[in-house]
């Protein structure tokens, strides 16, 4: 499986979650599934709204809402989101798994880098619900 997205996205990810060293970024994946994952088309930045962002993320759920009903009217696809892991690695944590939903895909930032992921139900790789995605760097105009 793969995660093609620009390398203006993933920049803009990273540099996110660097201007943000106490506290968990978050934002939505938007764009189309395919037959061999997801091309991420935009990103949604949102506010994390989690009672302790230091620790966990929660994407608020106006965003949310908002990306579903823009996907029905014809937008692109809600494939999945980002976070960030201040201090930490770029591997789903035990919360990070408690609250993977089935089918979507995960972009974490941790220590610099960026890695995908996808939350398939299954322990895999170690990681709980998640097994490890191929990010592929795309032009997506």
């Keep these: 499986m793969e995660l093609r997205i620009s390398r203006a996205a993933l920049d803009e ?3 996110s979650a660097a201007a943000s060293p106490d506290a968990e970024i978050c934002g939505l994946l938007l764009g189309q599934m395919t037959g061999r994952g997801a091309v991420v088309a935009a990103l949604r930045p949102c506010a994390n709204v989690a009672a302790d962002p230091r620790d966990s993320f929660e994407v608020d759920p106006a965003a949310l809402i908002a ?4 996907a029905r009217a014809g937008g692109p696809a809600l494939v999945g989101h980002y976070h960030s892991h201040p201090g930490g690695s770029p591997v789903p944590s035990a919360r990070d798994a408690a609250a ?3 089918g979507s895909y995960w972009i974490i930032a941790g220590s610099g ?3 995908a992921w996808y ?3 299954r322990p895999a790789d170690g990681k709980g619900r998640f097994r490890a995605v191929t990010i592929v760097e795309a ?3």
Excluded: F, K, M
């Design 13 to 15: 990810i990273l540099s």
């Design 113 to 115: 880098a960026l890695r």
């Design 139 to 141: 032009d997506n105009r």
């Design 67 to 70: 990306a579903h009903r823009a």
């Design 119 to 121: 939350a398939d139900g």
């Design 100 to 102: 993977a939903e089935p």
